[in-house]
């Protein structure tokens, strides 16, 4: 299982479209995924097609429930002409209240989503953050393999890429198996302009191993979050071939680490071809 965490404590860079993209680039090859929504906004549970979700992510996070994440696990309301369709653990307006039940926890409660993924099987797990550096994003730092920064070419994203990345250090101290690494910095929402570039070029600079291939400005990310379907079921409108063609590119970047020493395979990654 690949489980990546995708993250930002600042709000507005389009951290949930980044993971809808992902995953729509996963269906397109057949590759099956699970996205756990664990931000209170639920964004990425209704971009999934889900609107009255029968059962949610909360409930596995109230107490340590080992392996609990499949209790909550339903299929989404992509349709099946998309490809793989993906699984979902959905979003829940009550995880508002439950981060600050979270800290009252005697014994810390850091890992409850890491004891919830416990035999977990699905091959691809993408958890969408809530845009913080609450307890909701410790704990999807707490259960993952790898975290995926999405930030914005703006004025105050190398400094907040920075603190992400230091709350990052300070996960891998305190977990015994030194995890998550950071598979990259996706810049989303690259504009054509000269202040988009010099911004990226910064965060280039700032982050030379780390940034990966961006995601330019498109209206047909936008529109096919705001319609409930997968980027690559958008066929001829302008600009979603290119954008799916983007989401490919990181798709195979974040696999790559997971998949490097054992090349993937219809096994590990059932109905697709990487």
Not at 64 to 77: K, L
Not at 108 to 115: H, K, M, P, T
């Amino acid at each position: 299982m690949a489980s990546i965490a995708v993250v930002n404590q600042k709000g507005g860079v389009g951290k949930t479209t980044v993971v809808l993209g992902l995953a729509s680039a996963a269906a397109h090859r057949g590759i099956e995924t699970l996205v756990v929504d664990i931000d209170p906004q639920g964004n990425a549970t209704t971009g999934l097609g889900v609107f009255e979700p029968t059962r949610s992510i909360d409930s596995v996070l109230i107490e340590e429930r080992p392996g609990g994440i499949n209790s909550v696990v339903e299929t989404t309301g992509w349709t099946d002409d998309s490809g793989r369709r993906p699984l979902v653990a959905a979003s829940s307006p009550a995880l508002a209240a439950r981060e600050p039940q979270l800290a009252s926890d005697p014994l810390g409660a850091q890992d409850r989503l890491s004891v919830a993924m416990q035999g977990c099987s699905v091959p691809l797990v993408l958890v969408d953050c809530p845009p913080s550096l609450g307890l909701l994003t410790i704990n999807a730092l707490f259960a993952v393999d790898a975290v995926l920064v999405v930030t914005e070419p703006g004025a105050w994203a190398v400094d907040g890429v920075g603190r992400m990345l230091q709350t990052i250090d300070r996960i891998r101290t305190r977990r015994p198996d030194g995890g998550p690494e950071v598979s990259g910095i996706a810049v989303n929402r690259l504009g054509r302009t000269r202040d988009g570039r010099y911004w990226h070029e910064q965060l280039d600079s700032a982050y030379p191993e780390k940034c990966l291939p961006p995601v330019h400005l498109r209206a047909a990310v936008s529109e096919a979050a705001a319609q409930s379907r997968p980027i690559h079921s958008l066929g001829s409108r302008a600009g979603a071939a290119e954008a799916a063609g983007e989401f490919d590119v990181l798709l195979d970047i974040l696999l790559r680490p997971v998949t490097a020493d054992a090349p993937p395979t219809t096994e590990s990654l059932p109905e697709g071809d990487i």
